[in-house]
């Protein structure tokens, strides 16, 4: 990293640190807008400048997450690595950075939900870097904070892309940010001197609706309305009337019925490379039916799937546990081979992020017969009334067939997610 090759929004970051004025830095907006290796590089810098033997905090929204956004880039940073020992061990989670006669502990904390402020009571901290700090609960980020009150010239550093307009870090710190002494630096992509022109333009691509103007231009906006607008605006860009030639393997997603919602499965397609995601075929039922009868039919579907694809995992609501004994029991009284997993049922939010993006990306497809598949993604809403980015479940929407949907695509998501990340 060359200090003359930053643009001067960037070189703020490196400045900030040393000014009495402040006593925190907040850098939001776009992604890819270059903050976050601005932010540790002279998070460190600074550490290293006005202490000798003290602790500091890394946070993300997990232990894995700030390993791979912080610990491992800041290996690589020859204006650290040069003048600097830089040791990670993972088993106690502990960086620690040695020279010039001075060294200092940098603790990776994860804070994933509301009893992690747990995990980070009891230490003192000369600084805090948060991480993606709208991902983590508010009571996580103010236990860190406290750590440092102790400490004369202690700094907080929070970095983040923005959430909705109603998030507590928002009207808490970026509405408050010159009462609380901070720092507030908004970022664009044009902001990162390093993108090309090409670049710019392959970034806009990979978003749409609310995540497009949170993550492209900036915006802490909530989200109202469609939430596949794409789709709904232009379904027939997405409906397929042969499967393609490269399909490899497929999962089915099955989500249970009650209370008026229907028994939905969606069997996914996944193509070479997987490169493309598409949705083969689809099975609906909202009638109340027996344990027995729905068993039947699951054995059915899997059958039908069996018949033209290579099928041989499912992935099912794990809030049912006792219906997903008697799919395995049925599955094994039959002699089927076919793999009967409970679903991972990670965050919506991250599920609809990811579903947008492949949508933006033209990698995602439906075969024109799941109808009940199209009409969800065409009619899923946002909740109003909701506080926070709430998919609307109020049972006149079919969002069965879009939970089956995301969870026959949950164990790829990653590795659909490092593919596009490089094309």
């Known amino acids: 990293m060359t200090f003359n090759k930053?643009?001067?929004?960037?070189?703020?970051?490196?400045?900030?640190?040393?000014?009495?004025?402040?006593?925190?830095?907040?850098?939001?907006?776009?992604?890819?807008?270059?903050?976050?290796?601005?932010?540790?590089?002279?998070?460190?810098?600074?550490?290293?400048?006005?202490?000798?033997?003290?602790?500091?905090?890394?946070?993300?929204?997990?232990?894995?997450s700030a390993e791979r956004n912080i610990i491992t880039p800041l290996m690589g940073i020859a204006d650290i690595t040069a003048y600097f020992k830089v040791t990670y061990t993972r088993s106690t989670n502990l960086l620690?950075?040695?020279?010039?006669?001075?060294?200092?502990?940098?603790?990776?904390?994860?804070?994933?939900?509301?009893?992690?402020?747990?995990?980070?009571?009891?230490i003192t901290l000369s600084g805090v870097l948060f991480d993606e700090v709208a991902l983590m609960p508010r009571s996580f980020v103010e236990q860190a904070i406290t750590r440092t009150l102790s400490v004369s010239r202690a700094k907080l550093w929070f970095n983040c892309n923005p959430e909705n307009r109603f998030h507590w870090f928002y009207t808490e710190w970026l509405l408050r940010a010159e009462e609380r002494n901070a720092l507030h630096l908004h970022f664009l992509m044009e902001d990162n001197p390093t993108l090309t022109a090409e670049q710019l333009v392959n970034a806009e691509k990979q978003f749409t609706g609310v995540f497009h103007d949170r993550y492209i231009k900036g915006l802490w906006v909530s989200a109202e309305g469609v939430i596949y607008k794409d789709f709904a605006d232009n379904t027939d860009r997405f409906l397929i009337d042969n499967v393609p030639d490269d399909i490899m393997y497929c999962n089915i997603g099955f989500d249970f019925g009650g209370n008026g919602s229907a028994h939905a499965g969606v069997c996914t397609g996944f193509s070479r490379r997987l490169q493309k995601v598409v949705v083969l075929e689809e099975y609906y039922r909202k009638e109340v039916i027996s344990p027995t009868e729905l068993e039947n039919d699951i054995i059915a579907f899997v059958r039908l799937c069996q018949s033209k694809y290579n099928c041989f995992d499912g992935y099912f609501d794990s809030a049912e546990t006792t219906l997903i004994r008697g799919v395995k029991t049925a599955c094994a009284r039959e002699k089927l081979a076919f793999n009967v997993h409970n679903a991972r049922k990670s965050e919506i939010l991250g599920r609809i992020r990811f579903t947008n993006l492949i949508m933006s990306q033209n990698r995602f497809?439906?075969?024109?017969?799941?109808?009940?598949?199209?009409e969800a993604f065409q009619s899923a809403v946002w909740d109003s009334k909701s506080l926070t980015d709430c998919r609307l479940d109020d049972g006149n929407y079919n969002i069965d067939s879009l939970d089956a949907f995301e969870y026959s695509i949950e164990p790829q998501m990653n590795d659909i997610i490092e593919v596009s990340i490089k094309k």
Not at 105 to 119: A, R
């Open 96 to 122: 620690t950075v040695e020279g010039g006669g001075r060294k200092n502990s940098f603790y990776v904390f994860g804070g994933k939900d509301e009893g992690s402020y747990m995990l980070i009571q009891g």
């Open 6 to 64: 930053l643009s001067p929004k960037q070189k703020q970051i490196f400045r900030w640190c040393y000014v009495d004025k402040y006593n925190a830095l907040i850098c939001d907006g776009a992604v890819r807008s270059g903050k976050t290796i601005c932010m540790i590089t002279s998070f460190i810098l600074w550490a290293m400048k006005r202490f000798n033997g003290a602790i500091f905090g890394i946070c993300g929204k997990t232990v894995r």
């Open 365 to 374: 497809f439906v075969m024109r017969q799941c109808k009940h598949v199209v």
